[in-house]
């Protein structure tokens, strides 16, 4: 099975112009080719399911990274801000991926239905973790690339394939992790409700004891769940959505660096720069005048 995903894969991005990420026909699904090493690049990821066909790469999130290479899947629970880079890939052997998105209301009917649900308790672990690609996600994965030969018949077939990846995700080893993200009732759900508020209202000035009241939990006890699923503060988190969005403004927006601050929440443009530049590793313009020039 994983060299017909990998032929697959090879087949379809053989076909397409243009630069990696390509967004397909599948909403949620994008399939990533890379012929050299990528320098680190800032992300926002939602719940999703990140394989990994050849090649190799890391994401971090937070204090915490995360390595995967073929034949392993990294799998996103929460959404949130990410920092990766393909560390194994070459024009011989150029670095394959897919990113799917998981349907939240989709993993929660498949938990529902399972007469033996994995159990997870109450505590709250990371929202992230590596997983081996075993033969049944692979068989998942494959169908759906070969889906979008035929356009036509994704609205149909494909959510019966997202209902498989989410059954075999809740039935695998890591299943009381999946859960324990999707049941309602308990303290992560409730988290993630706060980071939901929080993803909103980014560019605004958010008390912590507002966000742990969506939470349903004491401001200490909040901070410490929130570091505990995200690897991040609250403040941290926020930091990132803001300045990943910043630069999403100036280089896609034509926003200038004074503009960009201002929309995503900052008063002050040099403590935007500053912290920019410590996130990105150079000044907001001359980063952006890179990536333009990289984009041409």
């Not at 890179?290 to 984009?295: E, I, M, N, P, Y």
Request: glycine share 6%; aromatic share 8%; proline share 6%.
């Amino acid at each position: 099975m994983p060299d017909e995903l990998l032929e697959a894969v090879s087949r379809y991005t053989a076909r397409q112009a243009g630069e990696s990420p390509f967004v397909t026909d599948i909403d949620g699904l994008v399939i990533l080719r890379s012929n050299h090493e990528r320098r680190p690049s800032h992300i926002i990821l939602k719940p999703a399911l990140c394989v990994v066909v050849q090649g190799a790469k890391w994401t971090s999130f937070g204090e915490r990274r995360f390595e995967y290479r073929a034949g392993q899947a990294l799998v996103v629970s929460v959404e949130m801000p990410a920092f990766g880079r393909v560390t194994e890939a070459s024009p011989e052997e150029p670095f394959l991926g897919l990113v799917i998105e998981l349907d939240p209301g989709t993993m929660r009917e498949v938990l529902e239905s399972l007469d033996t649900p994995p159990i997870g308790g109450s505590k709250i672990r990371h929202g992230v973790y590596v997983t081996d690609f075993d033969e049944a996600l692979a068989d998942c994965v494959l169908r759906a690339v070969r889906l979008l030969q035929t356009p036509k018949a994704i609205a149909m077939l494909y959510p019966a394939i997202m209902r498989e990846i989410c059954y075999w995700l809740l039935t695998g080893p890591h299943g009381a992790d999946v859960a324990r993200m999707t049941l309602a009732s308990n303290h992560a759900y409730r988290v993630i409700n706060a980071i939901h508020a929080l993803r909103e209202r980014f560019a605004q000035a958010v008390r912590i004891e507002e966000l742990a009241a969506i939470a349903q939990l004491s401001p200490s006890a909040f901070h410490r769940q929130f570091k505990a699923l995200t690897a991040m503060t609250p403040l941290q988190y926020q930091k990132q959505l803001r300045l990943v969005e910043a630069r999403r403004l100036m280089v896609t927006k034509a926003a200038n660096v004074e503009t960009a601050a201002f929309e995503v929440g900052y008063e002050s443009p040099s403590q935007f720069s500053r912290e920019y530049a410590r996130m990105f590793g150079t000044p907001p313009r001359r980063d952006v005048a890179a990536l333009r020039l990289a984009a041409a």
